[in-house]
């Protein structure tokens, strides 16, 4: 069936409800630059006065890094062995999709039982004679990192998965074929393929691992505050909205810093490995 | 070489253990009768449950959770659809720069979100009840909505509906006995993701909620930080058993590999 003009009444209610989004982005923006005393930089000047606020964004740039980088080195070779998986993919998918799609409330829940002082961990350590006085794995850098790679890296896996799937398997037959080993297969052929499903999903768990309130708050300690738990407590412990916003745009501009190159460098490999085709 | 295989299947098995542990968890510690948290869970009972069931603040914060959801995901895959139509049957100008916009909402850091959603809610006075929590998941669940969507109708041959057309159907009975049932599965998808986006949503609508209102997440969130009493165990093994249903029912409707297929769909065949 042919639209026509129809076409943009069709297209109305979604150019509304995202028009209202970009408002709402404008209005963040505009509240970030109107402080107390006036239009101007001032709330940007005060964040960057401020030791302890850039403390905070140094936290959350280090722990997201790290979250990154563990989520892409324990999602790569499950990604892999999914791919070339002979049985029915199905049921490893689940095992991703599943704790991917429960809530991050009940993810972050069950890391506090296994991670707490009285938790699985703790008590199997304990029974073993490994350690005597509980580790503290909660209320610290170490499990808000465990707990962002556990709601994030079922992202990664999918990313790189999609790109895997989309790999001839006789490209690695040729290669080996023609002599190369399976390390320089690997190297040579299955790594530089991979790379833009590398490249995406670190995009997404960066940007994820900047914006989180919830893990943190749960599962970090008092010190552990990142951006977004700075926001949260701006906004309903002082009920400061335009320091809110200021955060919440730093923040912004801090994923973008790290995103946009990443997806510039995402079209170029694209562009280079189609030409290579 | 053995020694790589070893350490890649090391590393596979142990990940696939990591993934369900905390959910495995939760729901064995959902049964303890002890009033504190811990595992394992000692002597077991259904204490928890009963004190769910039996508590009218948790119900209906289910209920309000539910209702938002579904009426989120009915907003979002209808409103989608239509745009999704005109823009897979029309040609129009800068459809590349309107599905950049369609998917921005993803780009953003959730804490980010939860703020730019607070300040938008306010300007209708919504802040803290429900049509600014509305407003916010419906926005937030359009991108989830648009892919499955969006990949129905470019798999969609156009054809059809001409044939159709062509034996003697009007437009709307083509519409409705050709063209819906083909997308079928492509909505019932986009129904099922944006349904579950926006139940487990829980980083903006802490943001959202006010004193009187709150959603399922939101209050487990806080109960967790109040007391962190073992019905927290008992409501999100339900909430488990509720996710575990809708996979279930996505595997039947149109296969898992759907989540990961998705990007290679949107590129236009056509």
Known sequence: MRLGRWAWLLLL???????????????????????????????????FARADYIDVL????????????????????????????????????????????????????????ILGNRGLLNGFLGWLGVIDSPLRLLFNTTG??????????????????????????????????????????????????????????VMLVYLMSTGAIITPLLLGGLR?????????????????????????????????????????????????????? | MTAWIVAHRTIVAAVLLFLPAPIIIVILSSFTKAG????????????????????????????LSTLLAALAAML???????????????????????????????????????????????????????????????????????RPIVAAMRKHDLAVEEAAMSLGAPPFY???????????????TALLFTFIISFDEVTVSLFLVGPDLSTLPVKIFSTIQDSGSPVIAAISAILIGFTIAIVFLLDRVIGLELFVAAEQRRKPTA
């Open chain 1, 224 to 277: 552990d505050r990142m951006l977004g738990t700075q926001i949260y407590q701006e906004m309903f412990q002082l009920f400061d909205f335009p320091k809110a916003a200021t955060l919440a745009v730093i923040l912004t501009a801090t994923a973008f810093l790290v995103v946009l190159p990443l997806q510039w460098l995402e079209r170029r490999v694209s562009r280079n490995l189609k030409g290579a085709a």
């Open chain 1, 144 to 201: 808000v990192v465990i707990g962002l790679v556990h709601v994030f890296c079922p992202f990664m896996i999918l990313a790189i998965l999609a790109v895997f799937l989309q790999l001839e398997r006789a490209l690695e037959e040729a290669s080996m074929s023609l002599g190369a080993g399976p390390l320089e297969t690997f190297r040579r052929v299955v790594l530089p393929l991979s790379l833009p499903g590398v490249i995406s999903g």
């Open chain 2, 174 to 188: 083509t519409f409705r006995k050709v063209t819906l049932p083909l997308l079928r599965p492509g909505l019932v």
């Open chain 2, 76 to 146: 979002s895959t209808f409103v989608t659809f239509l745009g999704a139509l005109a823009v897979t049957r029309q040609r129009l100008p800068m459809t590349q720069g309107l599905e950049t916009l369609i998917l921005l909402p993803l780009i953003f850091p959730h804490a980010a979100l939860g703020v730019i959603m607070l300040g938008l809610v306010g300007i209708f006075g919504w802040t803290g009840n429900f049509l600014g929590l509305l407003l916010a998941h419906f926005i937030l669940t359009i991108p989830y909505a648009w």
């Open chain 2, 36 to 63: 504190y948290i811990g595992f394992p869970p000692g002597e077991l009972s259904l204490r928890w449950y009963a004190e769910f069931f039996s508590s009218a603040d948790w119900l209906a914060t289910l209920g």
């Open chain 1, 58 to 113: 140094i936290r959350t740039l280090w722990v997201a890094g790290l979250t990154t980088v563990v989520s892409l080195f324990i999602s790569y070779p499950v990604a892999y062995f999914i791919a070339r998986f002979q049985g029915r993919r199905d049921w490893l998918l689940v095992l991703i999709l599943l704790p991917w799609l429960v809530s991050v409330v009940v993810r972050t829940y069950g890391w506090i039982v």
């Open chain 1, 13 to 47: 209610p979604l150019l509304c409800v995202l028009g209202l989004f970009l408002f709402g982005l404008g209005e963040l923006v505009w509240s970030s630059f109107n402080g107390p005393d006036g239009p101007g930089l001032d709330l940007y000047r005060q964040f």
